[in-house]
């Protein structure tokens, strides 16, 4: 499997190149596509519904292991034999704090720590209810930093608004104006002038945006869930689930059907992450 493109602005306020994504061609007597007004706080408008659906940003994926792969085989080409997943193996979960030496052996990627980093193994041997539950509480914390960072500004639309638009009318709207429109909303402005001075545990991802708006349960939630379903799944039956685009409506559909089918893994079923 190709990696999927991203087009998610970068943290620190940039914004990479577009997919190259072929937008379809405008109706006639279209004019250049104008920047849309960031709704008032407090107010019922909803936000313009994108004439183009970007690809969505999958920068993690777990795949649920057959039984037929042996253990001694999960490395980045065997990945990509088996699976068509051309990656790297991501140290995204815990290995369960019970876990005994003898059984090290079947966990996949085991680092040094407490709790200890790794990148798979069976569902009984990690710690899936302590890495989603450490997860939330630090949104929690992240989403409290963050309304004190944008207190006193209005509601910001997400960047997929702006990368729909241009893909649906480049010629009129180009990156650079998706990108600037974007970038000078004042409470995008307000979350890059906090990472400006706050670098490193006190970051805010500009790519959470819409997250962050939806409110601190909200956020939350979607982050302690994310922790386990990261941005695509891979079932074992070959299956793949990912969301249809960047927008919170498309991912918190995604994060449905993937915690249905890790709520009902066998206990012995294999995970890994991987970085894509």
């Known amino acids: 499997m190709a990696k999927t493109a991203t ?54 994926m777990i795949v649920l292991l057959p039984d037929a792969v042996p253990h001694e085989s999960l490395t980045a080409h065997a990945l990509d034999r088996h699976f068509g997943v051309r990656g790297v193996l991501e140290p995204r979960f815990w290995a369960a704090p019970t876990l005994k030496l003898w059984q090290r052996g079947k966990i996949v990627g085991l680092r040094k720590g407490r709790p200890a980093p790794c990148a798979g193994g069976p569902a009984r041997l990690l710690d899936l209810a302590g890495l989603r539950q450490a997860a939330g509480v630090g949104a929690g914390i992240r989403h409290q930093v963050w ?59 500009l790519f959470d945006i819409e997250m962050f708006q939806a409110g601190q349960m909200a956020y939350q939630h979607h982050s302690a869930v ?45 995970l890994i992450a991987v970085s894509l």
């Open 147 to 205: 309304t004190h960072a944008v207190r006193g500004t209005r509601p910001a639309y997400p960047w997929t608004t702006y990368l729909a638009k241009h893909l649906a009318d480049p010629a009129n709207y180009s990156w650079d104006d998706a990108k600037n429109d974007f970038n000078t909303q004042p409470r995008v402005n307000a979350m890059r002038m906090h990472n400006a001075v706050n670098p490193g545990a006190g970051h805010l991802d």
């Open 7 to 60: 087009t998610a602005p970068s943290s620190n306020g940039s914004t990479p190149a577009p997919a190259a994504t072929a937008a379809p061609k405008p109706t006639r007597g279209t004019t250049a596509a104008a920047t849309p007004a960031a709704p008032a706080s407090g107010s019922s408008r909803t936000q313009p519904q994108p004439a183009v659906t970007p690809t969505p940003t999958i920068r993690t």
């Open 226 to 270: 994310t922790a386990i379903c990261a941005d695509a799944l891979l079932c074992d039956n070959g299956v793949r689930l990912a969301p249809r685009s960047d927008t919170l409506a498309d991912r918190t559909t995604y994060i449905e059907q993937a915690l249905r089918v890790l709520d009902a893994i066998r206990a012995e079923q294999r």
